[in-house]
Every structure is written in structure tokens, then in C-alpha cells.
């Protein structure tokens, strides 16, 4: 058997129609999973790099968007990815931006586990949960509060989650990208100073691409990671390490 194969699995990744997301759900098809692309719109561009899959609405505004999306429904791997940023002094920072960022980040990702979790143990069909978390799930960052504030929360909830349900066939791991090239990260990399700045702070020298965090993705939904419980796997070109 091979342990990196996805081969007869069902997935679900959020926020799979852009970015690491697509990265991700193209990722585990290629590894041989039958793949859901959920997100606030239409996850066409992806589902034609797949060449097949299925595609979900789900808009985390409503953090319970996907309570009715697992029962019955025979997943066995859930990709945690949507996310959103808002950047202000704390000084000024608002309670919009503190909502909207915490309801996306952290309360959709822990009721999305919860609904996706009470589905497979119910069934007693094992599963694996992949949280995508960040660099701010270790690092204070600055001018986004309600983002590090969710990211550091993700970090605890993968730990929370997986001490409740490794016994019961749930794999709950996570994934901190470091600076990945996509459009959230667009105008860091327009500005030169910044740009360089990051650059020499990265030991790899090197932006990270979608694609490193869809191959770490793979491996925490295959049998191959059937013993990872709990980690927060960095995927940064070294930044941690520095
Ligand atoms: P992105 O291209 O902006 O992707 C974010 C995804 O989340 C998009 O598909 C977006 O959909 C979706 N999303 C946002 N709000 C949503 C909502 N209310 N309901 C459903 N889906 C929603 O950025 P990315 O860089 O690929 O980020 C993906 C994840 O990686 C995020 O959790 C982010 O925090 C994390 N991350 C990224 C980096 C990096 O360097 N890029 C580093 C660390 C962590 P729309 O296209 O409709 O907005």
C-alpha cells in the first residue's frame, strides 16, 4: 500500500477557488482524492486543473455556514483554509475588523471541525482535519490584531481538538505557510524595500509557492501521518528557525 496515497478519499477544502487553497485542493486530487472546493463563490478555474471534483458554496461570514455540509455526506478529510486579513494601527483598530476576521479565522474553522468531526465519529470512519494556520500563530506580527489574535487561537483549537479525538480515529494537524506568493500577499512583494527586507530574513532565500503547503497538505491527509497528532507544522523556508 502506499502510505502518500489519497486514492478513494473524499476531501473538502475552504476557500479552494484562489491561492494556497487551490494549491491545496489540486494537490490532494492529484494524489488520488475525490475533491470538494467550497467557498463564498465559484471555484470554476480550480475544478477545471483538477479535471472533475465538486463544487460548495460556503460563505464563513455565517462562522455555522457549514453545519449541514458533513452528515452523511462521507468525507474523510477536511482542509481548514479560508482566511482574511485586516491591517490597522491597535490604536485604531475596530470592532468590524476585530468580527469579521475572528468569525472567518476561528469561529468557522472551529464549528467547521466540530460538524466534520460529529459526522465521522459517529461513523467511526477515520479522518483527518488540516488547519491552515500562519507565522502569527507564533509570532505577534503588526497592525493585525484580530488576524494573529485568530491564528494563535487556530494554533490552540488544532492542539484542543486533536487531545479530544486522536483516540477516535481524527487526525487534527495544522500548517503555519510562511511567505507564500499569492494575491494576499501582492502588495508585499510590490513594495521593493519590503520585499528585499523579507527576502534576506527567509533562510531559503525564496518565497514559499502555493504548491510547498499543498505537498505538507497531502501528507497530513494520508496514512502516511496517521501518528501526527497536534502539530503545528511550519512551512517557512526556515523563518522560525532564524
Ligand atoms: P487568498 O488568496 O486571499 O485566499 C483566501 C481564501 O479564503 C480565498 O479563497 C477566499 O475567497 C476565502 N475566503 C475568505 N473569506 C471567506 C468567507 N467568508 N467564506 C468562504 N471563503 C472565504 O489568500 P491565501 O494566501 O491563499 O490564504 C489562504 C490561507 O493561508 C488563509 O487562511 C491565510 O491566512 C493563510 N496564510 C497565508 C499566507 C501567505 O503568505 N499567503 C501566510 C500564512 C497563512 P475569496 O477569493 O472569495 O476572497
Known amino acids: 500500500m502506499n502510505r502518500f496515497s489519497l486514492e478513494g478519499r473524499k476531501a473538502l477544502v475552504t476557500g479552494a477557488n484562489a ?5 491545496i485542493a489540486v494537490g ?4 488520488g482524492a475525490h475533491v470538494t472546493c467550497a467557498g463564498r463563490r465559484g471555484c470554476g478555474e480550480t475544478l477545471e486543473m483538477i479535471g472533475g471534483g465538486d463544487e460548495l458554496l460556503l460563505d464563513f461570514a455565517d462562522p455555522m455556514a457549514a453545519r449541514d455540509t458533513f452528515t452523511g455526506a462521507g468525507y474523510d478529510i477536511l482542509v481548514n483554509n479560508a482566511g482574511i486579513i485586516r491591517r490597522a494601527d491597535a490604536v485604531d483598530f475596530t470592532e468590524a475588523d476585530w468580527d469579521d476576521v475572528i468569525d472567518v479565522n ?3 474553522l472551529f464549528f467547521t471541525c466540530q460538524s466534520f468531526a460529529k459526522a465521522a465519529l459517529a461513523e467511526s470512519r477515520p479522518a483527518k482535519i488540516i488547519n491552515i494556520a500562519s ?4 509570532q505577534g506580527g503588526i497592525r493585525v490584531p484580530s488576524y494573529t489574535a485568530s491564528k ?3 494554533a490552540g483549537l488544532t492542539k484542543l ?7 477516535k480515529g481524527v487526525n487534527v494537524n495544522a500548517i503555519a505557510p510562511g511567505y507564500i506568493e499569492t494575491a494576499n500577499t501582492e502588495a508585499l512583494r510590490a513594495d521593493t524595500e519590503r520585499n528585499q527586507a523579507i527576502l534576506e530574513r527567509i533562510p531559503a532565500g525564496r518565497w514559499g509557492q502555493p504548491e510547498d503547503i499543498a505537498d505538507t497538505a497531502v501528507f497530513l491527509a494520508a496514512p ?5 497528532h497536534g502539530a503545528v507544522i511550519n512551512v517557512d523556508g526556515g523563518w522560525l528557525a532564524r
Not at 490532494?28 to 494524489?31: G, H, K, M, N
Not at 502516511?224 to 501526527?228: F, I
Open 19 to 23: 491561492g494556497i487553497g487551490q494549491a
Open 28 to 31: 490532494l486530487a492529484r494524489a
Open 161 to 167: 481538538m486533536a487531545n479530544e479525538w486522536a483516540a
Open 106 to 108: 476561528l469561529k468557522a
Open 135 to 138: 507565522l502569527l500563530s507564533f
Open 152 to 154: 494563535h487561537g487556530v
Open 224 to 228: 502516511a501521518s496517521d501518528y501526527l
